[in-house]
């Protein structure tokens, strides 16, 4: 992100004169995410950070054909656009396909940033009213999730370099700072300073990551 993760609604819920509802408010656009890229550029951009983030990753073709967890990322974009655009059914139907298809749901609504990156994919969840800043990494079975049945901001607002261990649950409307590590199947309930490192049922703040850690791809789990 180039600013603050914020969790500043614009504009006002309407009505659904159809269903007699109300939809969930769509959240400004992501400054990075909507940065002035080609898709040819995103495209490798997104495969540069796989490729950095994953060992086992042999050649750019390879991350294309059989990385789920890019295919859920590209398909989000697409199906966010719609959302934004109005076509609230279309977007619902393409991430359910999504979903189907890669083991990653992320709902249309979620905003996203710049080298969004999930290893292995299954069973990630990321809800409507999320925000992720840039370079997040996720392993398989993350939950950013909500904790009320009201509508508004209902999910976490995830800081910029944060890293989430397998199985990780962030639950409610709650702020993960920049450079943070959740480590494996932790349950994070509440404000994360920056630069922390959380594990634990509920989570808590067992240190602060090493300076290191910022520099190099480190699993959380290697704190617990």
């Not at 002035?36 to 054909?65: C, G, H, K, Q």
């Not at 594990?199 to 699993?219: H, I, L």
């Amino acid at each position: 992100m180039t600013g603050p993760v914020t969790s500043t609604w614009a504009g006002r819920r309407r009505r659904s004169t159809a269903a007699g509802v109300q939809p969930s408010p769509v959240p400004p656009a992501h400054p990075a995410a909507d940065a002035d890229l080609t898709w040819r550029e995103r495209l490798r951009e997104d495969l540069d950070t796989a490729a950095r983030r994953d060992p086992a990753a042999r050649s750019r073709a390879e991350l294309v054909l059989a990385y789920p967890g890019l295919h859920a990322v590209w398909v989000h974009r697409f199906s966010h656009r719609l959302w934004r655009r109005g076509g609230r059914l279309p977007a619902r139907v393409v991430s359910h396909l999504a979903r189907a298809a890669t083991g990653v749901e992320i709902h249309p609504g979620a905003t996203i940033g710049r080298r969004f990156f999930v290893d292995h994919g299954m069973g990630v969840v990321i809800g409507e009213t999320a925000v992720v800043g840039d370079d997040v990494m996720m392993y398989h079975g993350v939950t950013l999730g909500g904790r009320s049945l009201q509508g508004g901001k209902r999910h976490p607002t995830v800081g910029d370099g944060v890293t989430f261990g397998a199985g990780a649950r962030v639950l409610g409307a709650v702020s993960i700072g920049a450079g943070a590590q959740v480590g494996a199947n932790a349950v994070v309930v509440r404000d994360v300073p920056a630069g922390a490192v959380v594990v634990g049922v509920p989570g808590r703040v067992v240190e602060r990551a090493p300076a290191a850690a910022a520099e190099d791809d480190v699993d959380p789990a290697i704190w617990i």
